[in-house]
């Protein structure tokens, strides 16, 4: 069986991702609009009763922004860590009770046929998760929001087929950019988010025949561009004599707007 992936958003504005196995979905995070996620899954010709479950990564607004309505009026459950869900769960939130579901880092959970396990990553949020699903013999792994690749995370994303991987921002865009020295700092610290060259150099560690789809993901709309994230990775896939055989599709993903639906045989 097929399944197919979507990125209905990525970026600081707002991230969810979709990803399906012909009669049943998911989604990874909820942050932007319940409205604009039932109008993006419209447009793709899916049903929102077909999805079975929200997986979320962390309690900023552009990873959650949907959750509320989502539970409430479509009655979607959310799993999360008892750590996420208590930073969530603020005392106006609104999250249906019956739509919560606690889970574990490291410990496996089913939802719709994914088998899925959440794998702590390093970021500024009271906790946060990074999420490899399978089905079937193949391996999605999600991992944004993570100031750097710990000895945790990287065997979750060595494994995927499918990986989804945060390339946030140009050094030289940051430094030279108008952002306070707090938040340039706060970006560039190990608990911050990925550089290009901090994406690009893990993925010419790992790059191998059985990483098929690499989505670079959750760009800075301030501090990058699509252009460079693939001239730093190219650049640096060179550097190291690696060459793309054709096996591996790349591809940046869009900030507002749904991308094009990535089949994974």
């Known amino acids: 069986m097929n399944l197919n992936f979507c990125s209905l958003s990525s970026g600081s504005s707002g991230n969810c991702y979709y990803l399906g196995n012909g009669s049943q979905g998911i989604l ?23 999805i079975m479950g929200i997986l979320v990564t962390h309690n900023h607004s552009d990873h959650i922004k949907g959750l509320e309505v989502l539970t409430r009026r479509n009655g979607i459950p959310a799993f999360t860590t008892a750590a996420i869900w208590k930073s969530v769960l603020t005392p106006r939130s609104r999250i249906t009770s019956d739509c919560i ?70 050094e030289e865009m940051l430094a030279g ?30 790059i191998n025949d059985n990483l098929r789809v690499i989505c670079l993901a959750h760009l800075s709309i301030n501090n990058n561009t699509p252009d460079k994230v693939l001239q730093t990775l190219h650049r640096t896939l060179s550097e190291r004599g690696i060459s793309l055989n054709g096996n591996q599709k790349i591809t940046i993903l869009n900030r507002n707007s749904p991308s094009e639906m990535i089949w994974l045989e």
């Open 28 to 50: 990874i995070d909820a942050g932007i609009s319940a409205t604009s996620i039932r109008k993006f899954l419209r447009g793709l010709g899916i049903p929102m009763e077909t």
């Open 101 to 170: 579901r606690e889970i574990t880092a490291g410990t496996g959970f089913s939802i719709a046929g994914f088998e899925i396990e959440a794998f702590p990553v390093c970021h500024d949020a009271p906790e946060t998760v990074g999420y490899r699903i399978s089905h079937e013999g193949r391996n999605i792994t999600i991992a944004t929001d993570l100031g750097h690749i710990c000895e945790t995370s990287a065997p979750y994303i060595r494994s995927a087929n499918l990986l989804v991987i945060e390339s946030n921002y140009d």
């Open 177 to 206: 950019g108008p952002y306070p020295y707090f938040l340039k700092s706060r970006i560039k610290s190990d608990h911050g988010h990925l550089s290009n060259h901090q994406a690009s150099s893990f993925l010419a560690d790992i």
